[in-house]
């Protein structure tokens, strides 16, 4: 049974039109995490929640902001995307801080 | 110096081979370790834990170094399905993901 769910696998949106994408979790972990990927590099983290504080990374730009409605449920919206937003974007769930993490499939955002 | 470091590869072993990587890291401080694997365009999968006295998890051996900060990754009788990308993470406080070391297993 698969224990982070994300939606949609795949997403096509066009520059500058808002996006969301969701991220649910079977696990009840504390802490989820938003990542983004690029080809040939690191998961590079964007924000994470944990319970319901939000802790934003120092280089996340503005453009992306995330939502924690309850335990299960995280969501990333982009506000404006750009070509250079075009990626692999992960969730990824944990016990609590430094633990081990759990991640989703992914989504891969396609900007045209 | 970065957080994490590893070498990128690709190792290329063929079937059978032994093969190890190791990922240096800065903060003498960090306290978790794990290594994750990731197949292409697929997400990362946790395969171990890094515990200071070292593990073993069938034919994969972790191993931490404190003393040079590091942590390796041993693999042993190398299937053609351990091909992937292989992903030191270590806090710093947080969590930072090294960029990975490709790992090609040929017939």
Partial sequence: DAMVIQ????QVTQFGKPVTLSCSQTLNHNVMYWYQQKSSQAPKLL????????????????????RR????????DIRSPGLGDAAMYLCATS?????????????????? | ????????????????????????????????FFWYRQDC????????????????????????NRASQY???????????????YLCVVNDPKLVFGAGTILRVKS
């Fill in chain 1, 7 to 10: 939606n949609p696998r795949y």
């Fill in chain 1, 47 to 66: 924000f994470h929640y944990y319970d319901k504080d939000f802790n934003n990374e120092a280089d996340t730009p503005d453009n992306f902001q995330s």
């Fill in chain 1, 69 to 76: 409605p309850n335990t299960s449920f995280c969501f990333l």
């Fill in chain 1, 95 to 112: 016990r609590d801080r430094n633990y081990e993490q759990y991640f989703g499939p992914g989504t891969r955002l396609t900007v045209t």
């Fill in chain 2, 1 to 32: 110096r970065k957080e994490v470091e590893q070498d990128p590869g690709p190792f290329n072993v063929p079937e059978g081979a032994t093969v190890a990587f190791n990922c240096t890291y800065s903060n003498s401080a960090s306290q978790s």
């Fill in chain 2, 41 to 64: 365009r697929k997400e990362p999968k946790l395969l171990m834990s890094v515990y200071s006295s070292g593990n073993e998890d069938g034919r994969f051996t972790a191993q931490l």
């Fill in chain 2, 71 to 85: 942590i390796s990754l041993l693999i042993r009788d190398s299937k053609l399905s351990d091909s992937a990308t």
